[in-house]
């Protein structure tokens, strides 16, 4: 470029032989400016002015006559002939970076059109002026730091830093030692620090999402047979952290048995006509401690281009399921061991959708309903098949179970199959609520009881029976009294005398026909201890709250009191004239009835002279109430029997 255009900046001439770019670590150049000086016909100088050895060009690139190049000392002109002056400036200019270089005192000696934009400076206005005047904001921050050291130390270096000029952009600056000073170079690096910390944040999201869900990386390389394991890997397979791996560790690690199919899982995905990208299973046998793993693996190839691609990698990721596959087969187990239950029992699992109106029910239920193995009845036509009123009781336990607050019922219906058969069907069920509280589905067992309710009626058939024999008995035995007791004198013991046997009459009514309804407590025990006395005797004394029980406790009661009843007049306090029996009982918790405790204590009797061994008649009590889920404990004390339980009232409400 002739002096005229820069200025007033100073010119020297010299004459110098110029070779080809020099190659001393003097001449090395900046960065990008290497590579665009490469981009200069062979016969550029380098930036050192350095006299290099004579080499003459010819315009098809050989040898020819030398040229002259013109030197300021800050920058360098090529003025051989044919050789534009401005060369060396296009070539900075056509730079997408910034350039400048500085001399030993720190001034301006070159500027490309790139530094003139990021600075907002024109190249005429910085030529020639020290660089902390000509760009203050450089002046006393990282760059002014570092180019001293290079200007002293002569070592390239380089740093990445927010602009001092321009707000949101962040720039590398590389400095390069010059012979005459320094060379910089500035790039944005806005987008690639972008790129980078978006790639460093999903690297650092996976990171963490692996390391939550314990899932190991993996990468094969197909070429050489290496294999990279991440630190989760190498912790499932067992492999020391330090130890080099290849494909080979793999295989070996695997079962013998899921070898094959991992080798062939393998193959598909590294073919490139397949590129097979499914999951699998497989198990290991860890090599340190011979335990048995089981691993889900998910991996893909990684192709060359072009016309014939070829697998060169293989990643992905891998995650521990040996608990879930555990549990997977505990829950098996269950299972099939509650199937072989069912089918034991005869029994049959159901459950109901109660927004669907649909019902899913096993293999069993189309057999106890009647229906073909293969069939898939519908709720209306498992309906159809109630006995004549059943479905409206049914229906009716359902309410009450909802409106006490109860999650479960039972009921025993009949239910007429499509042949005709009519069967008596066990109905166990759970209520189970939406998230608003409302019911949405019920789920139960299903059995048929048909065999069980035709023995309880035989049985009911024996005891009416027998009710009918004893009454016979009771009535002869009255005859017998009234005869043998009518004379005039004897009218009120056989009026005593026929008043007990009609209370043993109504007793044993209870024994043999249990209430069908809740009954008052005091009513129930008067009934049964009538023969033996009452209150107004004072024989026996009854005290505590009235309180209704269910069918089921009260045959349990009768047959309680009954037999304490009737060992107290062989042997205890009503065998005395003095005798006496006081029954108590009350109903806890206070508030809330759940279970009825009572006492019954003797007074007056025969002495006690130690417990005996227990007949049929005890026997018979501890059975009753535990069947019941109660329980009691008989006490010989010196003033006479004494016995303590208690037992739960079914129906009742419960303490919440």
Same mark, same amino acid.
């Given at each position: 470029?002739?002096?005229?255009?820069?200025?007033?900046?100073?010119?020297?001439?010299?004459?110098?032989?110029i070779?080809?770019?020099?190659?001393?670590?003097?001449?090395?150049?900046?960065?990008d400016?290497?590579?665009?000086w490469?981009?200069?016909?062979?016969?550029?100088?380098?930036?050192?002015?350095?006299?290099?050895?004579?080499?003459?060009?010819?315009?098809?690139?050989?040898?020819?006559?030398?040229?002259?190049?013109?030197?300021?000392?800050?920058?360098?002109?090529?003025?051989?002939?044919g050789?534009?002056?401005?060369?060396?400036?296009?070539v900075?200019?056509?730079?997408?970076?910034?350039?400048?270089?500085?001399?030993?005192?720190?001034?301006?000696?070159?500027?490309?059109?790139?530094?003139?934009?990021?600075?907002?400076?024109?190249r005429?206005?910085?030529?020639?002026?020290?660089?902390?005047?000509?760009?203050?904001?450089?002046?006393?921050?990282?760059?002014?730091?570092?180019?001293? #050291?290079?200007?002293?130390?002569?070592?390239?270096?380089?740093?990445?830093?927010?602009?001092?000029?321009?707000?949101?952009?962040?720039?590398?600056?590389?400095?390069?030692?010059?012979?005459?000073?320094?060379?910089?170079?500035?790039r944005?690096?806005?987008?690639e620090?972008?790129?980078?910390?978006?790639?460093?944040?999903?690297?650092?999201?996976?990171?963490?999402?692996?390391?939550?869900?314990?899932?190991?990386?993996?990468?094969?390389?197909?070429?050489?047979?290496?294999?990279?394991?991440?630190?989760?890997?190498?912790?499932?397979?067992?492999?020391?952290?330090?130890?080099?791996?290849?494909?080979?560790?793999?295989?070996?690690?695997?079962?013998p048995?899921?070898?094959p /199919?991992?080798? @062939?899982?393998?193959?598909?995905?590294?073919?490139?006509?397949?590129?097979?990208?499914?999951?699998?299973?497989?198990?290991?046998?860890?090599?340190?401690?011979?335990?048995?793993?089981?691993?889900?693996?998910?991996?893909?190839?990684?192709?060359?281009?072009?016309?014939?691609?070829?697998?060169?990698?293989?990643?992905?990721?891998?995650? $521990?399921?040996?608990?879930?596959?555990?549990?997977?087969?505990?829950?098996?187990d269950?299972?099939?061991?509650?199937?072989?239950a069912?089918?034991?029992? #005869?029994m049959?699992?159901?459950?109901?959708?109660?927004?669907?109106?649909?019902?899913?029910?096993?293999?069993?239920?189309?057999r106890?309903?009647?229906?073909?193995?293969?069939?898939?009845?519908?709720? $209306?036509?498992?309906? @159809?098949?109630?006995?004549?009123?059943?479905q409206?009781?049914?229906?009716?336990?359902? &309410?009450?179970?909802?409106?006490?607050?109860?999650?479960?019922?039972?009921?025993?219906?009949?239910?007429?199959?499509?042949?005709?058969?009519?069967?008596?069907?066990?109905?166990?069920?759970?209520?189970?609520?939406?998230?608003?509280?409302?019911?949405?589905?019920?789920?139960?067992?299903?059995?048929?009881?048909?065999?069980?309710?035709?023995?309880?009626?035989?049985?009911?058939?024996?005891?009416?029976?027998?009710?009918?024999?004893?009454?016979?008995?009771?009535?002869?035995?009255?005859?017998?009294?009234?005869?043998?007791?009518?004379?005039?004198?004897l009218?009120?013991?056989?009026?005593?005398?026929?008043?007990r046997?009609?209370?043993?009459?109504?007793?044993?009514?209870?024994?043999?026909?249990?209430?069908?309804?809740?009954?008052?407590?005091?009513?129930?025990?008067?009934?049964?201890?009538?023969?033996?006395? $009452?209150?107004?005797t004072?024989?026996?004394?009854?005290?505590?709250?009235?309180?209704?029980?269910?069918?089921?406790?009260?045959?349990?009661?009768?047959?309680?009191?009954?037999? /304490?009843?009737?060992?107290?007049?062989?042997?205890?306090?009503?065998? &005395?004239?003095?005798?006496?029996?006081e029954?108590?009982?009350?109903?806890?918790?206070p508030?809330?009835?759940?279970?009825?405790?009572?006492?019954?204590?003797?007074?007056?009797?025969?002495?006690?002279?130690?417990?005996?061994?227990?007949?049929?008649?005890?026997?018979?009590?501890?059975?009753q109430?535990?069947?019941?889920?109660?329980?009691?404990?008989?006490?010989?004390?010196?003033?006479?029997?004494?016995?303590?339980?208690?037992i739960?009232?079914?129906?009742?409400?419960?303490?919440?």
């Open positions: 470029m002739p002096p005229s255009a820069r200025g007033d900046i100073p010119t020297r001439r010299t004459s110098q032989r070779s080809r770019p020099c190659s001393s670590a003097r001449c090395a150049s900046a960065n400016l290497e590579g665009a490469s981009r200069v016909e062979r016969s550029a100088v380098g930036l050192c002015g350095d006299v290099c050895r004579p080499l003459r060009y010819r315009s098809d690139g050989a040898a020819s006559a030398p040229f002259r190049v013109r030197s300021s000392g800050r920058y360098f002109v090529r003025t051989g002939k050789v534009p002056a401005n060369l060396l400036q296009e900075l200019d056509a730079l997408e970076d910034c350039a400048y270089a500085l001399d030993r005192e720190w001034r301006l000696v070159a500027f490309n059109a790139a530094a003139e934009a990021h600075y907002a400076l024109a005429e206005e910085a030529l020639g002026r020290v660089v902390w005047e000509a760009l203050p904001a450089v002046a006393g921050g990282p760059f002014e730091s570092c180019a001293r #050291r290079v200007m002293r130390g002569r070592e390239a270096e380089e740093f990445v830093a927010p602009s001092t000029v321009r707000a949101g952009v962040d720039v590398r600056i590389r400095v390069v030692p010059s012979p005459s000073g320094v060379v910089v170079t500035v944005n690096v806005t987008a620090r972008a790129v980078e910390q978006a790639l460093s944040d999903a690297q650092r999201r996976l990171a963490l999402a692996a390391e939550a869900s314990r899932i190991g990386v993996w990468e094969w390389d197909v070429q050489t047979g290496a294999i990279h394991f991440d630190v989760r890997m190498r912790e499932m397979f067992g492999f020391m952290p330090a130890r080099s791996l290849t494909v080979e560790d793999w295989r070996n690690a695997a079962h048995e899921d070898l /199919l991992m080798q @062939a899982i393998a193959a598909h995905a590294l073919d490139p006509a397949v590129r097979a990208r499914e999951a699998y299973e497989y198990r290991i046998v860890r090599p340190g401690d011979g335990e048995l793993r089981w691993i889900l693996a998910h991996g893909e190839a990684i192709f060359s281009q072009g016309e014939a691609p070829r697998a060169l990698r293989y990643v992905g990721a891998a995650q $521990d399921v040996t608990a879930q596959k555990l549990e997977l087969a505990r829950a098996q269950d299972e099939r061991r509650l199937r072989l069912l089918e034991a029992g #005869r049959a699992c159901w459950a109901v959708d109660l927004r669907a109106e649909a019902i899913t029910g096993s293999r069993e239920l189309n106890l309903l009647g229906f073909p193995e293969d069939s898939a009845p519908t709720l $209306d036509e498992i309906r @159809a098949g109630y006995f004549p009123g059943e409206e009781r049914v229906r009716g336990v359902l &309410q009450r179970a909802l409106a006490s607050g109860e999650n479960s019922f039972a009921v025993e219906y009949r239910y007429v199959r499509p042949d005709g058969d009519l069967r008596w069907l066990l109905l166990r069920s759970e209520i189970i609520p939406d998230e608003a509280g409302a019911p949405a589905e019920v789920v139960g067992v299903l059995a048929d009881v048909t065999e069980q309710r035709q023995a309880q009626e035989r049985t009911r058939m024996l005891a009416m029976e027998l009710a009918h024999r004893v009454k016979n008995t009771l009535a002869v035995i009255g005859a017998l009294a009234h005869q043998s007791l009518s004379a005039p004198e009218k009120e013991a056989r009026e005593q005398f026929m008043g046997v009609r209370a043993i009459a109504r007793a044993h009514d209870l024994l043999i026909d249990a209430p069908s309804e809740p009954v008052g407590l005091a009513r129930l025990l008067e009934t049964i201890l009538a023969p033996y006395g $009452d209150e107004a004072g024989r026996i004394a009854l005290g505590g709250p009235d309180v209704r029980v269910q069918p089921s406790t009260s045959l349990v009661l009768v047959l309680l009191f009954h037999e /304490l009843a009737t060992n107290a007049a062989k042997y205890g306090a009503l065998s &005395q004239e003095k005798g006496r029996v029954l108590t009982w009350s109903v806890t918790p508030g809330s009835v759940s279970t009825i405790g009572f006492e019954w204590r003797e007074r007056g009797g025969p002495p006690v002279e130690g417990a005996r061994t227990p007949g049929f008649g005890t026997r018979l009590i501890e059975r109430l535990a069947m019941a889920g109660g329980s009691a404990e008989l006490m010989h004390e010196p003033t006479g029997l004494v016995c303590r339980g208690s739960p009232l079914p129906g009742a409400p419960r303490r919440r």
